[in-house]
C-alpha cells in the first residue's frame, strides 16, 4: 500500500467509524468515532442523496462518504479506487458486498457524480488523439436538458454515441444539481473544506445545508 491510499484509507475509516464493516454495522447512529465533526454530516449527507436519487454504483455509504471526501482532498478517482479495493479486501469473509476487484475509477467517477461532485475536468471534451474536441459541452448540455437522447444528440453533435454518453452523465448531474440550486455539492463542501475552522459559524453552516437538503426530499414526498 503506497502513502496516498494509506491516507484515503485512513480517510475510509474515518468515515465508517471502525476498522471493520462489522463493527461498522452494529453501531447506532450517532456513536461514529471521527477524527472531525464533519464525518457524521458528511454520512447523513450521502444517506439523504441516496434517498431522493437512487446511486449507480453498488457503493455503501461509507464508500461514497469517501469519495465525498476524496473529491474535496484533490485526489484522483483512480487513487480513491485503490483505498476503497483495500479497505474491502481486508473485511472478513462474505461482508463485502462488492468484489473489490470490481472497483476501479470509473466506478468511483461514477459514485462522484451521483453525489453531484462534478470536477473541471469532466466537463472538458477530449479525443484519445488529442484531436479538437467534437463538439462543445454546453451544446451537448443544453441538447440534454431539452429531453434528447443520447442517439439524438449524438446524431445532432455528429459525434459517437459512447462519446457523448459519457458527457451526457456529467450534463445530467450539473443538470440536477442545478435545480437543486448546487445545494448537496455546497453542504459537502462546507462539510469537508472548514474542518480547521473553530466557532459556531461553520457548525451552523453545515447544519442548515444538510438540513436544507433533507428537507428537499421531505418537500418531493409531501408532493
Do not use: W
Request: proline share 2%; aromatic share 4%; net charge negative.
Amino acid at each position: 500500500m503506497d502513502e496516498k491510499t494509506a491516507e484515503l484509507r485512513d480517510l475510509f475509516v474515518d468515515a465508517t467509524g471502525s476498522e471493520t464493516v462489522t463493527e461498522r454495522q452494529e453501531a447506532e447512529r450517532g456513536t461514529l468515532v471521527n477524527r472531525d465533526d464533519a464525518s457524521e454530516g458528511v454520512r447523513d449527507l450521502v444517506a439523504a442523496m441516496r434517498e431522493r436519487y437512487g446511486f449507480s454504483t453498488p457503493l455503501d455509504d461509507a464508500a461514497y462518504a469517501l469519495v465525498a471526501r476524496g473529491r474535496f482532498a484533490d485526489e484522483s478517482d483512480a487513487a480513491v479506487a485503490a483505498a476503497i479495493r483495500d479497505e474491502l479486501g481486508d473485511r472478513e469473509d462474505g461482508d463485502a458486498e462488492v468484489d473489490p476487484d470490481d472497483i476501479d475509477a470509473e466506478t468511483v467517477r461514477k459514485a462522484r457524480l451521483d453525489l453531484h461532485l462534478v470536477r473541471e475536468s469532466d466537463r472538458k471534451v477530449g479525443t484519445d488523439d488529442g484531436a479538437d474536441p467534437p463538439f462543445a459541452y454546453a451544446d451537448l448540455k443544453r441538447l440534454t436538458a431539452a429531453g434528447n437522447s443520447i442517439v439524438e444528440c449524438a446524431e445532432e453533435l455528429d459525434a459517437s454515441p459512447d462519446t457523448v454518453a459519457r458527457y451526457a452523465a456529467v450534463a445530467r448531474t450539473d443538470i440536477a444539481s442545478t435545480r437543486a440550486n448546487d445545494r448537496f455539492r455546497d453542504a459537502f463542501r462546507d462539510l469537508l473544506t472548514d474542518a480547521d475552522i473553530e466557532g459556531s459559524l461553520a457548525s451552523d453552516a453545515r447544519e442548515d445545508g444538510l438540513r436544507e437538503a433533507t428537507e428537499d426530499i421531505e418537500t418531493d414526498v409531501s408532493l
